[in-house]
């Protein structure tokens, strides 16, 4: 199998990230997403902490991901990874990835502090 690195994603602003019920049915969502250069082939996501995406990862964190449109048509093939809750620590350094590739993120958080939305970072390792 090819080795898949963050940079399949170069370009991309757009991630379906499928993640799996415990009946094993895919759903997939199409989120931003940042690289962090600094550890090959990881991917970081933002997400409410009580999405279902958030509690379909703790069951299980096997998922796939693939670039895709805003409105989640794929542009790419799918790449098997594992995803994982980060700590406060990798949380700061995703949320800075994530807010300077996306200008408009600080603004929906803070909206989110506002309401009391409780955010968390996933990173994404791709599988080789």
């Not at 969502?29 to 550890?39: E, I, K, L, R, S």
């Not at 096997?62 to 990798?90: F, H, K, N, Y």
Request: aromatic content about 10%; hydrophobic content about 40%.
């Amino acid at each position: 199998m090819a080795e898949h690195k963050p940079d399949l994603f170069a370009g991309e602003k757009y991630l379906s990230i499928e993640t799996y019920r415990k009946s094993g049915t895919p759903v997939s969502t199409p989120v931003w997403f940042a690289a962090d250069n600094g550890h090959p082939a990881t991917l970081y996501v933002y997400s409410l902490a009580n999405a279902g995406k958030v509690k379909r990862i703790r069951n299980n964190p096997s998922v796939r991901v693939a670039p895709c449109t805003m409105r989640g048509a794929l542009r790419g093939e799918w790449a098997p990874a594992q995803a994982r809750i980060v700590d406060s620590g990798e949380a700061t350094r995703g949320h800075a990835l994530l807010n300077k590739k996306y200008w408009m993120k600080p603004i929906g958080d803070f909206f989110s502090r506002l309401r009391g939305r409780t955010q968390v970072i996933i990173a994404i390792r791709l599988s080789t």
